[in-house]
Structure formats: C-alpha cells, structure tokens
Nanobody, 117 residues
Framework: QVQLVESGGGLVQLGGSLRLSCVAS????????TGWYRQGPGKQRELVAV???????NYADSVKGRFTISRDNAKSTVYLQMNSLKPEDTAVYYC???????????WGQGTQVTVSS
C-alpha cells in the first residue's frame, strides 16, 4: 500500500514562508505526476501546483510567483515552497500522486497551514 506522509505545515504570519514536504513510500515515485491541493474552510479542494514526471510545472493563478513546487525522485519527495503567504492561503494542504497512464492516484493525510494577519 502506497503511503504519503506530509510535513511542514503550521502557523505563520502574513508575508511569512513555509516549506511543505511529502514523502512517498512503497512505490516507484518517479512514475507519478505529483501535486499539492488545498481545501480551505467551507471551500472545495483545489489544485495548487503540479509537477509532472518530466518536470513540467503548473500553478493555480492565485499562487503564481509565490509558491514553488519541486521534486526529488531519489528521495521520493515532493516539496512546496510557499512565500509571501496570505490569510487566504489558510487551508489543509494535501499531497497527491497520480499515474499519468492509469490515472490511479493516492492522497496524503493533509497538513494544516494557517496564515494570521
């Protein structure tokens, strides 16, 4: 069973930074597109950023220029560097792996990010 473990969430002030990490185990990490999603209070889950097996990245408009997604296949880890955080970034952030051919996917348990003003 694939396991995803996220870390790095917490409470930060307006304009601060956090770095989220997601470590995958019991799978071949490099064959998956990886991404971060978030779900704010009373909102639907939304895509934040994705990085493909080939390294192509895509971001939600709301985080462009502030967030950076990266991956280290040797460590089976995907990162999300979040800078210039705003209160509207407050959400539970989820790591996602999706196999681009079979579309089979896995989710992490989520990590809370809270930005205070």
């Amino acid at each position: 069973q694939v396991q995803l473990v996220e870390s790095g969430g917490g409470l930060v002030q307006l304009g601060g930074s956090l770095r989220l990490s997601c470590v995958a185990s019991r799978t071949i990490f490099s064959i998956y597109n990886t991404g971060w999603y978030r779900q704010g209070p009373g909102k639907q889950r939304e895509l934040v950023a994705v990085i493909t097996t080939g390294g192509t990245v895509n971001y939600a408009d709301s985080v462009k220029g502030r967030f950076t997604i990266s991956r280290d296949n040797a460590k089976s880890t995907v990162y999300l560097q979040m800078n210039s955080l705003k209160p509207e970034d407050t959400a539970v952030y989820y790591c996602n792996l999706i196999q681009p051919i079979t579309k089979y996917q896995y989710w992490g348990q989520g990590t809370q990010v809270t930005v205070s003003s």
